[in-house]
């Protein structure tokens, strides 16, 4: 299974490095920023008991319910939105908002596939704001059936919770994975607006003592992070991987490529 949104600092490429340093075994396995959540899709079912996965932001959980109980449903609509799909049309539907459970959903990956490099930004008022992608050539594909089927049965052993971070309660023998928003290369490059109020450094201090007291209770924790001195001197002490990731979202085309990354270890194998 891949990913059935885009998403912005998604761990596609590197899931094979992340599931290496998760344990063979794990009762529960939580991944509390969801985001693509590319790692759930990539762990064998048959590691873990079950998995708790959860995010902030509302709508991303919505659609991925929607996906674990409405997928053909959800199927239906998206293929109604890819035959309307133009420039026009998706500002139409970026402006508009769907009681309709399935068709918020469709609203929010026919978003995802059409805006710019899969971003997901929002403004003050918490509105969706992203342009939409002029520099693709060809029709967009909006689902894989296949795909989309195999995610929908896989989040059948899966419970899904709009919460911060620190609100679940892993136990010894769970496994968890942290994906945050990262860590600016300097201070002037931030991008953490994936929730309105953001991701600052006093909540990446607070999910670093979160990921210290999981890790002192007999939970597996590994978490992803830019590789700056401000997380390398937070985690001190922590088993550190270096590895390198790409990068897609900078204005300028220089800017993108291989970029340096941490993954940080805690806990018990």
């Known amino acids: 299974m891949t990913p059935f949104l885009r998403w912005a600092g998604g761990k596609s490429k590197q899931t094979a490095r992340i599931l290496s340093l998760l344990p063979t075994k794990?009762?529960?396995?939580?991944?509390?920023?969801?985001?693509?959540?590319?790692?759930?899709?990539?762990?064998?079912?048959?590691?873990?008991?079950?998995?708790?996965?959860?995010?902030?932001n509302q709508d991303l959980i919505a659609t991925w319910k929607i996906v674990s109980t409405e997928a053909g449903l959800l199927v239906d609509v998206l293929n109604e939105y890819q035959k309307a799909n133009t420039r026009d049309f998706y500002f139409q539907v970026r402006d508009m908002h769907f009681t309709d459970q399935v068709y918020?959903?469709?609203r929010f990956i026919?978003?995802?596939?059409?805006?710019?490099?899969?971003?997901?930004?929002?403004n003050a008022k918490g509105q969706?704001?992203?342009?939409?992608?002029?520099?693709?050539?060809?029709?967009?594909?909006?689902?894989?059936?296949?795909?989309?089927?195999a995610c929908s049965r896989a989040l059948r052993r899966a419970m899904l919770y709009v919460c911060n971070f620190d609100i679940l309660k892993p136990k010894s023998g769970d496994a968890v994975y942290f994906d945050p928003p990262y860590v600016p290369l300097s201070l002037t490059s931030s991008f953490t607006e994936y929730t309105p109020g953001g991701f600052g450094l006093e909540e990446q201090k607070r999910l670093r003592d979160v990921f210290g007291t999981l890790a002192s209770r007999g939970v597996r924790v590994v978490l992803?992070?830019?590789?700056?001195?401000?997380?390398?001197?937070?985690?001190?002490?922590?088993?550190?991987?270096e590895i390198l990731a790409p990068r897609?979202?900078?204005?300028?085309?220089?800017?993108?490529?291989?970029?340096?990354?941490?993954?940080?270890?805690?806990?018990?194998v």
Not at 32 to 52: K, Y
Not at 110 to 122: A, D, E, M, Q, S
Not at 257 to 263: A, K
Request: aromatic content about 12%.
């Open 26 to 56: 794990i009762n529960t396995y939580y991944e509390p920023f969801l985001g693509g959540g590319a790692v759930f899709l990539a762990l064998d079912q048959g590691r873990m008991e079950r998995a708790i996965l959860s995010d902030t």
């Open 104 to 106: 918020a959903a469709a």
């Open 110 to 122: 026919y978003l995802n596939k059409t805006c710019f490099n899969g971003l997901y930004r929002v």
């Open 128 to 149: 969706f704001n992203v342009p939409y992608d002029d520099t693709r050539k060809g029709p967009t594909r909006l689902y894989d059936l296949d795909n989309l089927q």
């Open 224 to 241: 992803s992070q830019a590789d700056v001195p401000f997380v390398r001197d937070t985690y001190r002490g922590f088993e550190m991987h």
């Open 248 to 268: 897609s979202i900078n204005s300028k085309a220089s800017g993108r490529g291989p970029v340096g990354e941490l993954l940080i270890v805690g806990g018990p």
